[in-house]
């Protein structure tokens, strides 16, 4: 048994002796997350081995249970995520599981790359409260800079391990843990951790540390510092500022973040664990972490409109690694998109973005949002350490139209459409268009 789960088994035997305490069951609450979830992905234009089209389509069942603490210097209570998927439409050949041992673009596959039937996962959390501070042990789903949470599919992504997060000092909030495990947000399984470029059924990890904090140094400018650890392959350390500026009739957010990537361990010497990026003249193409990212991104908000630009530079021999294990996964950076992440080494992007919240002219609920990036600067090599390309480029248009009822039988019912295309000049690349519906809904059970 593995420290998680003892340390869990042991306060879940606590809490089952407090349950009834006043506290736990008064504050608890249990809501039925329903997401229907349509995915077309199309990569019709350029080249490579990609399949012409991926298409899935699927019912999400999402049930939470959120305890209250009971009394006492020491609080305890327990948490709960039930999670299934059931396939609707897909199959062999359409679900994105061809050549891709981590399952389909939706559903987790059977051998022969068919979408299973469906698929579900439990998570149990125990908590401890005292004073402002609180530890977690078991199921998590952090959002922090050096690790976030994927909720871009059917159903999320969860983590195995235990955080702290604290409160006590004035403005400061400090959090800190350890993940273990991960299972993705097509799977049911927990799996060890790795990064892109790295043989991640070979190579892998079950120690990812970090730890950090925001401090709000006036009440419109927050400071942060986080560090992460992926044991065997990276170091991260991540400094960011935001401030919030009234100007005008509007406000100016200024976002401003970088992080500072290297190796650790195997990823320095061992070819399974190198990471992908520019290593010319390298025999495997392929070498250790080596990434400095900075990005500034500035939004105006006034009347309903939101405007938005901003820049990034990805420094290093090696592409902006991040906790990824080939189904699915998200990070910090502004351009993290709905197809891509442009964080390659040596890119430089730019990117213009736009949103309007209908509220403003009557119609509540309603917003829309349009965001363009471009990325230059792109050299890639080949296995054979090769140089493929020499300053590529790549750009990508993201449309987000969404819609939440805000009255009635059916209020809180989400409708959304995403399309998103992605262009490139990268060798032996196929671009991509996409397009998600989803509605989603949220029932209160407790």
């Keep these: 048994m593995n420290k998680s789960t003892l340390a869990l088994a042991v306060a879940v035997g606590v809490l089952a002796q407090q349950a009834s305490a006043a506290g736990f069951i008064e504050d608890s609450k249990a809501t039925l997350g329903l997401r229907n979830f349509y995915i077309n992905q199309d990569f019709r234009d350029g080249t490579g081995d990609v399949p012409n089209k991926y298409e899935e389509w699927g019912q999400g069942f999402d049930l939470r249970f959120i305890s209250g603490y009971t009394q006492g210097t020491v609080g305890f209570g327990v948490d709960a995520i039930g999670l299934l998927g059931v396939r609707l439409d897909s199959g062999g050949g359409t679900s994105g599981a061809v050549n891709n041992s981590y399952g389909g673009t939706v559903f987790p596959s059977k051998s022969n790359g068919e979408a299973v039937d469906n698929f579900s996962s439990l998570g149990l959390t ?45 403005d400061l909030t400090l959090t800190g843990g350890q993940i273990e495990h991960v299972k993705g ?90 990471s992908s990026g520019n290593y010319n003249g390298v025999p495997s193409g392929r070498g250790k972490v080596d990434n400095n990212l900075y990005s500034a991104l500035f939004l105006y908000t006034v009347a309903g409109h939101t405007f938005g630009g901003g820049y990034q530079v990805s420094n290093g021999s090696s592409d902006f690694p991040w906790l990824n294990q080939g189904d699915g996964s998200s990070n910090y950076t502004i351009t993290d998109s709905q197809i891509q992440k442009f964080g390659r080494a040596g890119e430089k992007t730019w990117q213009a973005r736009y949103s309007y919240d209908f509220a403003k002219v009557g119609v509540p609920g309603l917003t829309a949002g349009v965001v363009y990036l471009h990325g230059d600067d792109i050299d890639t090599v080949n296995s054979s350490g090769r140089q493929l390309a020499n300053g590529a480029s790549e750009w990508e248009r993201d449309v987000t139209v969404g819609y939440v009822v805000q009255s009635g039988a059916l209020k809180n019912l989400g409708l959304m459409w995403k399309n998103a295309t992605w262009r490139t000049d990268l060798p032996s690349t196929r671009s991509q268009d996409e397009n998600r519906l989803i509605v989603s809904y949220s029932i209160p059970l407790l």
């Design 126 to 170: 125990a908590k401890a409260k005292i004073s402002q501070t609180e530890l977690k042990l078991g199921t998590l789903q952090p959002k922090l800079p050096v690790i976030v949470t994927n909720d871009g599919r059917l159903l999320p992504q969860t983590w195995q391990g235990g955080q702290i997060t604290s409160g006590e000092i004035k």
């Design 185 to 274: 947000r097509n799977s049911s399984n927990n799996e060890q951790l790795s990064i892109g470029g790295a043989n991640a059924r070979v190579a892998n990890s079950n120690k990812f540390i970090y730890a950090g904090g925001d401090y709000k140094l006036t009440k419109d400018l927050t400071a942060q510092y986080y560090y992460g650890n992926l044991e065997d392959f990276y170091k991260q350390h991540f400094l960011g500022l935001v401030h919030n500026w009234a100007i005008g009739p509007g406000v100016l957010k200024s976002d401003f973040r970088y992080f500072n990537s290297s190796d650790d361990g195997a990823n320095s010497n061992t070819s399974a664990y190198f």
